[in-house]
């Protein structure tokens, strides 16, 4: 967050995850008071205990809290899909959600904002068109979940709690998420496009996520959904053959779409890797937000060195 910034008391879910603990860090070492909430809190530290799958959550939490972030939620890519799985990954993201903003809004007195993290799946995959924030949700698995996962969150809005979505897009990390999985393969000289590769990606760097969700606690006028994305999306093989260029090695190998699907089953497949969607920052633009990295062939090279 800016130098220029006031210190504010955050309140962080999810913090353990790619994103929280990258997050963490920053307000942190911006000199914020942080605290999380955690099945597992860490009593050394500013660390809540809470489990949604139970409604507990210990308010103490919040006290003179001015903001809160919600990063938690079930990894969609940890496990092959089926309904216990897709039912998980569903409630996992709604029921953390509703119980985070329904205990906003019995407090008094309430934090500012409330952060929460969505994705672009909200849009569907698979869409010809590009779609920016005004553009109406998709009706598959991941578009659904996005729906219901935002929809948790009104009971914060109803009390009064200004309320920003990020739709994130894919993260650019060594130390996690897509990128972190392809890594071993390219720096092999093993990788290339998945499929016909001519499937969007639409990404961000790490450190620009971050600096998003501080930019949305910032400007008070801020709510409602924003794409957390770069605002130069790309193919899946220019992404390959950028990527492959950053480590020097050839990335000539495309991985068969028909082995996805027997690997991780038609809907798994098609949702994460085979289909994409072209995703346009254009609430995050309009608001002047500055991109550190808005090209890929310097976030790649960011990302690898981070």
């Not at 991941?142 to 009104?154: F, G, M, P």
């Not at 190998?253 to 038609?266: I, N, Q, S």
């Amino acid at each position: 967050m800016g130098s220029e910034s006031k210190r504010r008391r955050i309140v962080v879910t999810g913090a353990t995850g790619l994103v929280g603990q990258a997050l963490c860090a920053v307000l942190v070492g911006g000199g914020h008071d942080v605290r999380t909430l955690s099945r597992r809190p860490d009593p050394g530290a500013q660390s809540f205990h809470w489990d949604p799958e139970r409604g507990l959550i210990d308010e103490r939490a919040f006290e003179g809290a001015d903001a809160v972030v919600h990063l938690a939620g079930e990894n969609v890519a940890d496990g092959r899909w089926n309904a216990e799985r897709k039912e998980r990954i569903l409630k996992s993201r709604v029921e953390s959600t509703r119980l985070l903003a329904e205990t906003l809004a019995a407090l008094h007195p309430r934090p500012e904002c409330l952060v929460s993290a969505s994705a672009i799946g909200y849009y569907g995959m698979g869409r010809s068109e590009s779609v920016d924030e005004s553009c109406a949700p998709g009706d598959d698995f991941l578009a659904e979940v996005c729906k219901a996962w935002e929809s948790a969150a009104q009971p914060a809005i109803d009390a009064g709690i200004r309320t920003a979505w990020l739709r994130i897009g894919v993260v650019l990390s060594r130390q996690g998420g897509a990128l972190a999985k392809m890594l071993p393969a390219f720096r092999m000289g093993v990788g290339g496009k998945v499929g016909k590769g001519e499937q969007t990606m639409s990404w961000v760097s790490l450190d620009d996520l971050v600096a998003m969700i501080a930019f949305l606690i910032e400007d008070p006028s801020l709510r409602g959904p924003f794409n957390a994305v770069a605002p130069q999306a790309v193919s899946n093989a220019e992404f390959s053959h950028t990527l492959g260029k950053v480590l020097h090695r050839p990335a000539l190998l495309p991985v068969p779409g028909a082995l996805l699907k027997l690997a991780l089953g038609r809907e798994m497949a098609d949702a994460l890797l085979l289909s994409g969607v072209r995703v346009l920052p254009r609430r995050l633009l309009e608001a002047g937000f500055q991109w550190q990295y808005p090209e890929l062939d310097a976030a790649l090279r960011a990302a690898l060195q981070s």
